[in-house]
């Protein structure tokens, strides 16, 4: 069982910033394209972004400009800075990665953004 640690949710006004990490296996991060996803209230889980291994990354529309993925090849850890944050971007954010032996998610973080 592939164990995906996440942190650094919180809570935050709106136009504040939050950075997510999610910890990953060597072997796992070193081989496989990350995702992370989140599952806002009365939603379905979404897909938000994705980092490649070669540093190429993809966003949802709805985040583009305002959230970066990022990969630190020495830590072994992927990042999402989450900036300008909106109210509607209140979720439990998610990272996830598939590799041979199946899809992987993390626990989950929550994030909060109010007035």
């Known amino acids: 069982q592939v164990q995906l640690v996440e942190s650094g949710g919180g809570s935050v006004q709106p136009g504040g910033s939050l950075r997510l990490s999610c910890a990953v296996p060597?072997?796992?991060?070193?081989?496989?394209?990350m995702g992370w996803y989140r599952q806002r209230p009365g939603h379905e889980r979404e897909w938000v972004a994705t980092a490649g291994r070669a540093n190429w990354t993809n966003y949802v529309e709805a985040v583009k400009g305002r959230f970066t993925a990022s990969r630190d090849k020495v830590k072994k850890v992927m990042y999402l800075q989450m900036d300008r944050l909106r109210v509607e971007d209140t979720a439990v954010y998610y990272c996830?990665?598939?590799?041979?032996?199946?899809?992987?998610w993390g626990q989950g973080t929550q994030v909060t953004v109010s007035p």
């Open positions: 060597a072997r796992i991060f070193d081989r496989n394209t």
């Open positions: 996830q990665t598939i590799p041979r032996s199946g899809i992987a």
